[in-house]
C-alpha cells in the first residue's frame, strides 16, 4: 500500500494520521511527514511519499524511513528542533527526544515527538504561540494526559492533538492505562471519525481534536 502523494489546490493544510505518532502536513507545494513507525500492535505503515522527513528519536515506533520516499521540492521548510528528555531523569532511562516547530500556510505547528517531561522555562517559551501541538500521552514511555494539561496550560496553544496512546476499539499502540480516557476528562474536544483533517479556523472551535481513525489501521 502506498498513500496518495498530491498537493493541495489553493492556500490549505491538510493533516493526516497514520496512528501512533506518525502525521503528514500537506500543504500547497510541499509535504511533510513525523515519525514513521513499524512495530506497533495493530497498526500498520503503509508507504508514504513526502518531501521531508523528520524523526524525533532514533526507536524503531518513531524512525521506520524504510516506509518513506522522500521527494525533491523546490520549496523549502525551516524547522525549529529542540533536545529534551525522552524520560523524567535528564535523558538517562530512554536518552533524547527531538521537538519539531515550524510554520505551513501560516499555522505555527510543533511535533513533540516522545517528550518526557515539562521542559524548562526557556523552552516552554519556545513553545508558546503555536496554533496547534501534537502530543504524546502515553504516561510511560512520554508525558501523561495530566501532564500535557499541565503544559497546554503553561504554553497555551490554540489546539491540542492527542498521539501515542492506547485505543481500546482496535487495541493498537501500546497499553498505557487508557489515557486518552483522562484526556477526555480533563479537555475540552471535539472527535472526528476520520483519519485526516483540513486546518481551517473551524477546527479551534474546541481546544482538543481527536481523531478516531488512522491510515495505519489493520486487523488481524
Known sequence: MVADFCYNSGVMLKVINYGHSCFQF?????SVIFDPY?????LQMPMVN?????CSHHHADHDAVEFIKVFPCQEQIEVEKIIVPHDHHNGEKRGLNTIHIFTLEGYKIAHLGDIGCIPKEEILEKLKGLDIVFAPINGFYTISAEELRQLA??????LVVPM??????NKSGYFDGNQIDIFKRIFDYQEI???????DESIFAKPSLILLSSEGDYHD
Open 50 to 54: 513526502t518531501n521531508y522527513c523528520f
Open 38 to 42: 513499524r512495530g506497533v500492535d495493530n
Open 164 to 169: 501515542h496512546y492506547y485505543r481500546k476499539e
Open 193 to 199: 471519525n476520520e483519519s485526516s483533517f483540513v486546518v
Open 26 to 30: 500537506i500543504a500547497d507545494k510541499i
Open 153 to 158: 496550560d503553561l504554553i497555551k496553544p490554540r
